[in-house]
């Protein structure tokens, strides 16, 4: 059974930091692309971030590049989002899915994905 389990969401104020974390099990690690995506409330979800084996590729979305820093690690077969400089607009439900192959180089799309986490609430408020 593929299993992708999120943990890491939270409440915090602008400014600050969370880290986001997607654990899969079932799946060749090694072999699958992971996006995150985000979707708040009345928008359409958004793909802000990808990586492939080995860091060997990452993509972030203008909205978050320069702040959010996507990572893997292969021992614990798990991708981490780390978001820094948290802004309101940030505020939503974090995804991260998982795609055999690679990532599109035009952002992840969420159709392409295979398996998905159970999502995780992000609050920016003060």
């Known amino acids: 059974e593929v299993q992708l389990v999120q943990s890491g969401g939270g409440l915090v104020q602008p400014g600050e930091s969370l880290r986001l974390s997607c654990a899969t099990s079932?799946?060749?690690?090694?072999?699958?692309?992971i996006g995150w995506f985000r979707q708040a409330p009345g928008k359409d979800r958004e793909g802000i971030s990808c990586?492939?084996?080995?860091?060997?590729?990452?993509y972030y979305s203008d909205s978050v590049k320069g702040r959010f820093t996507i990572s893997r690690s292969a021992a614990k077969s798990t991708v981490y989002l780390q978001m820094n400089n948290l802004k309101p607009e940030d505020a939503a439900v974090y995804y991260c899915?998982?795609?055999?192959?690679?990532?599109?180089?035009?952002?992840?799309?969420?159709?392409?994905?295979?398996?998905w986490g159970q999502g995780a609430q992000v609050t920016v408020s003060s």
């Open positions: 079932g799946i060749p690690f090694d072999d699958y692309a």
């Open positions: 899915a998982a795609k055999l192959g690679y990532c599109s180089r035009y952002g992840p799309v969420d159709y392409e994905y295979d398996y």
């Open positions: 990586i492939e084996k080995d860091d060997e590729y990452t």
